[in-house]
């Protein structure tokens, strides 16, 4: 059997992959469709997928102005969690950990999802009394959570500096055993291909440039590639709502920071949970390959460039040289950042706009791949009914006019 697996891949490398099927198609738009998605990030193709597995409507078309994932979805350190603080957070976060748990099987396609648990440090008495005020919350809501002191830290993850004497010394942690990571192309790739499997056209390299609006109604958007009718718009972009919002006339409450992370050589197995700090603005987990993750707060200046600044980056690996001092001898192979839109309350917009059938979903700053299935569930629900779920009703814009704000700036976890 190995020998005909290696026999198989060596004939697979000198054909070129001629003979392997494609996992979706290319084609090219349209000139309508009953929807169409603006991004082909996760939680775009997620979105898509449930429109057409849920709701039936297949006649949708997800357009991405480079390549499916190459957004954050392909540049964040997969970090699934769902530990916040407010109950409408927990709902909702926790809705998409409980769909993260049968991804796999609902996708047929590998998303690696693996729980091996995130802690959350605390670095004094008062990180305590918030953390230990967050697992009640957790509880209340259902969602698992408890506290770990330093014993049992050095269990969970023995190269943790667990030293009193040190600048940030860790005097103990929260811990989500449910919570963990998953490989994120996966993620990208395999609702993609389950969206084109059920008649969802991919268009790559497609950039929508505006929309075309009559009468307060959405008719339709403009493209690198012509324009598309249609009667009903999700834009999923990241980063770049604010842009696509403009397009539309539409100021939305969201600023954009470049967001970094790295990664060192791969190494043997060292780290077998994932770890955060808020506090000292850094966290680390080691990926299937043996790579260390790691991940900084976010630049603390506006930007679209998706590189970020060497100060921030220089602060991140002086904590975790002191948090983790086994990582000092590493060498670095990667550095990335994305672009992140944060809300005033850091929590998402998932929401129907002053524009008639034009919805928007962003505003997940820092923390939106974990909420990627959730996500799309809840949105598809939304463009297919034309009315919010009750689990993202909490979410839609008209918080920033009545005050009804979901605050979870503390529950982020990443600096902002
Ligand atoms: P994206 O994947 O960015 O997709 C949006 C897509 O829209 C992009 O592909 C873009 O090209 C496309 N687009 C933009 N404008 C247009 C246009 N005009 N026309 C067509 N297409 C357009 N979250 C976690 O939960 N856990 C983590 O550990 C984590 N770590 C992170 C680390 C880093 C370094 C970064 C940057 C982010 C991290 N996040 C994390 C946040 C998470 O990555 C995002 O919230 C999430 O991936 C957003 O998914 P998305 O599908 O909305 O966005
Ligand atoms: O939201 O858990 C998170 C997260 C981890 C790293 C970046 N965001």
């Known amino acids: 059997m190995a020998n005909y697996s290696i026999f198989a891949l060596a004939r697979n490398a000198l054909q070129r992959h001629q003979r392997w099927p494609q996992a979706w198609r290319s084609p090219q738009p349209r000139p309508s469709y009953d929807a169409v998605i603006v991004g082909g990030g996760g939680h775009g193709l997620a979105t898509a997928y449930y429109l057409a597995k849920v709701h039936g409507m297949r006649d949708i078309a997800v357009l991405e102005k480079g390549w499916i994932g190459g957004?954050?979805?392909?540049?964040?350190?997969?970090?699934?969690?769902?530990?916040?603080?407010?109950?409408?957070?927990?709902?909702?976060?926790?809705?998409?950990?409980?769909?993260?748990?049968?991804?796999?099987?609902?996708?047929?396609?590998?998303?690696?999802?693996?729980?091996?648990?995130?802690?959350?440090?605390?670095?004094?008495?008062?990180e305590e009394r918030e953390l230990r005020r967050r697992i009640y919350a957790n509880q209340l809501a259902g969602v698992d959570a408890e506290w770990v002191g330093p014993s049992q830290l050095a269990e969970l993850c023995p190269i943790l500096n667990l030293d009193q004497n040190i600048r940030y010394p860790v005097v103990g942690g929260t811990l989500q055993r449910r919570a963990g990571v998953a490989r994120h192309d996966a993620v990208a790739w395999g609702y993609a291909r389950g969206a084109d499997s059920l008649g969802v056209d991919i268009i790559q390299n497609c950039e929508v440039t505006g929309f075309d609006i009559q009468d307060g109604r959405i008719e339709g958007v403009k493209t690198s590639l012509g324009d598309i009718r249609t009667a009903k718009v999700g834009v999923v972009a990241a980063?770049?709502?604010?842009?696509?919002?403009?397009?539309?006339?539409?100021?939305?409450?969201?600023?954009?920071?470049?967001?970094?992370?790295?990664?060192?050589?791969?190494?043997?197995p060292v780290m077998p949970t994932v770890i955060m700090s808020n506090k000292v603005h850094a966290y680390m987990s080691q990926s299937d390959k043996g790579e260390l993750v790691i991940g900084a707060g976010i630049d603390p200046y506006n930007s679209y460039a998706q590189r970020g600044s060497m100060p921030v980056i220089e602060e991140t690996i002086r904590a975790v040289v002191e948090l983790f001092p086994i990582t000092s001898r590493l060498k670095m192979m990667r550095q990335w950042a994305g672009i992140v839109d944060i809300?005033?309350?850091?929590?998402?917009?998932?929401?129907?706009?002053?524009?008639?059938?034009?919805?928007?979903?962003?505003?997940?700053?820092?923390?939106?791949?974990?909420?990627?299935?959730?996500?799309?569930?809840?949105?598809?629900?939304?463009?297919?009914?034309?009315?919010?779920?009750?689990?993202?009703?909490?979410?839609?814009?008209?918080?920033?006019?009545?005050?009804?704000?979901?605050?979870?700036?503390?529950?982020?976890?990443?600096?902002?």
């Not at 770049?240 to 939305?252: E, T």
């Not at 997940?364 to 297919?384: D, E, I, M, V, Y």
Request: hydrophobic fraction near 40%; glycine fraction near 10%.
């Open 71 to 126: 957004g954050n979805t392909g540049r964040n350190t997969t970090i699934v969690r769902s530990n916040y603080l407010y109950p409408e957070s927990a709902a909702i976060y926790d809705h998409a950990l409980k769909l993260w748990e049968g991804l796999s099987q609902e996708l047929n396609f590998n998303v690696m999802f693996s729980p091996r648990g995130v802690i959350n440090l605390a670095h004094d008495p008062g």
């Open 239 to 268: 980063g770049h709502s604010s842009v696509l919002a403009a397009m539309a006339g539409i100021r939305l409450p969201l600023d954009s920071h470049p967001l970094q992370a790295l990664v060192s050589e791969p190494v043997k």
């Open 343 to 416: 809300c005033p309350d850091a929590s998402p917009i998932i929401s129907a706009t002053p524009v008639d059938g034009l919805y928007f979903n962003c505003g997940w700053g820092t923390g939106g791949f974990k909420a990627t299935p959730g996500s799309g569930h809840l949105f598809a629900h939304t463009l297919a009914k034309g009315e919010a779920h009750p689990i993202n009703a909490p979410f839609a814009l008209e918080r920033f006019y009545s005050g009804a704000l979901v605050a979870e700036h503390g529950a982020a976890a990443v600096a902002h």
